[in-house]
């Protein structure tokens, strides 16, 4: 008979795994605190409309990879893709973030995607991420990449590369967007077809899209920073600078964008190359987030790394993965009397935290 398998993009993680995703998390939980974050564990399914209106309906998070259903009430439900709306609502139902109140929290936990299933790209992932909720700071930004790049130092990842760039403030978007249409309704032909379509929906998304053909014309657009206020560009020099004081190498990326719609201003990435095709390990930003429901958008700063591309870059590197704890006494009993001795032998060990398995089922010696 055939067995049952499990949907494909989504894993599961067997006992001798586990010691590598513990140690992954725990340097996160040995790593945040000591920048003042605490963590916090949020639902894994929202109201669909969080993520629409937090990530942007024109994503293609949103589009195209979420899980979504209607439960027996008929509301429309969807299986997190990503942390940060999630826990932003969270943290806005007990403080008042909106009036700059802030609030850092790290989280781990799995995120749901639907894209095509790939090495490093699963549809049920993990992440491990942080959000520093509440704060409007070019140092915030700096020492949320500092806090990445110690935390990833701390689970041997020390050869990555990471990118930064701005994305410019709301109110500079539109300069920029009218910048980027002009160049690629000019080289509509070379894009590929979503691109064609995302030209006059979202632009963003054309310079961020991963096809060979579109990297191509992606590759020849002019700095856009032109298009951003003295402002925006003195909080992304700030920026850069904070960066250079704590001795973080860093490239600017003028083409980095990334995928979802709630940044502002800071962007950054990190790549490695261990992981191939899917290269970015962790990426994160500034944000301006509006939930559903409330006026002002929250702003804040944070960043997420996918827990099996963490291991796949310790794969790479050579990294051994932690040896699993196993009991170090096995106990067999001759005849039912010592069996039954042997069971509360075993129960008096465990109480003093000596790992034992007894043998239970009477088998031969
Ligand atoms: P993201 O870039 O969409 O950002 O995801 C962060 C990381 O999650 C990626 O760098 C990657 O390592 C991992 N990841 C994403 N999709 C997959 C997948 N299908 N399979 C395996 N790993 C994946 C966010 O999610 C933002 N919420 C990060 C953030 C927090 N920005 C501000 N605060």
């Known amino acids: ?86 826990v932003v609502r969270a943290l806005t139902s007990g403080t008042d973030l909106a009036a700059g109140v802030s609030q850092r929290v790290f989280y781990f936990g799995p995120m749901f995607r639907g894209e095509k299933p790939a090495a490093g790209r699963r549809r049920q992932f993990h992440q491990v991420g942080v959000e520093n909720a509440g704060t409007v700071s070019a140092a915030a930004d700096a020492e949320s990449v500092a806090m990445l790049m110690h935390f990833l130092e701390e689970v041997g990842i020390v050869d990555s590369t990471l990118l930064v760039n701005t994305r410019g403030s709301l109110e ?14 000019k080289r509509v032909s070379d894009l590929c077809e979503d691109c064609r379509e995302r030209v006059s929906r979202n632009v963003w998304r054309v310079v961020d899209c991963k096809r060979p053909g579109c990297r191509e014309v992606v590759a020849g657009l002019p700095d856009i920073s032109g298009c951003f206020s003295s402002e925006t560009r003195d909080f992304f020099a700030q920026v850069c600078g904070h960066l250079d004081t704590l001795s973080v190498e860093y490239r600017i990326e003028p083409r980095l964008v990334r995928g979802l719609d709630y940044y502002a201003h800071t962007v950054f990435e990190v790549t490695h190359s261990g992981l191939g095709a899917q290269d970015s390990v962790a990426g994160g ?26 291991m796949l870059c310790q794969n790479s590197l050579g990294i051994p ?45």
């Open 172 to 185: 500079d978007r539109e300069k920029a967007e009218i910048f980027l249409s002009d160049f690629f309704v």
């Open 285 to 310: 930003g500034r944000y301006e987030i509006t939930l559903p429901n409330t006026g002002k958008p929250i702003h804040g700063v944070g960043f997420a790394l996918g827990v099996e591309r963490i």
């Open 321 to 365: 993965a932690p040896g699993q704890k196993t009991p170090e006494i096995f106990i067999v009993s001759l005849g039912d009397a010592a069996k039954l001795a042997n069971f509360a032998l075993a129960s008096r060990l465990r109480h003093r935290h000596i790992p034992c398995v007894c043998g239970l089922e009477g088998k031969s010696m």
């Open 1 to 86: 008979m055939a067995s049952i398998l499990a949907p494909p993009g989504v894993s599961d993680i067997f006992p001798d795994e586990i010691p590598r995703w513990r140690q992954i998390e725990d340097a996160a939980s040995r790593i945040f605190p000591l920048y003042g974050y605490s963590e916090i564990r949020t639902p894994i399914f929202e109201f669909t409309e969080l993520f629409q209106r937090g990530i942007g309906s024109e994503t293609d998070v949103v589009r195209k990879e979420m899980y979504t259903f209607e439960d027996k009430g008929g509301r429309s439900l969807t299986l997190r893709p990503e942390g940060t709306a999630g």
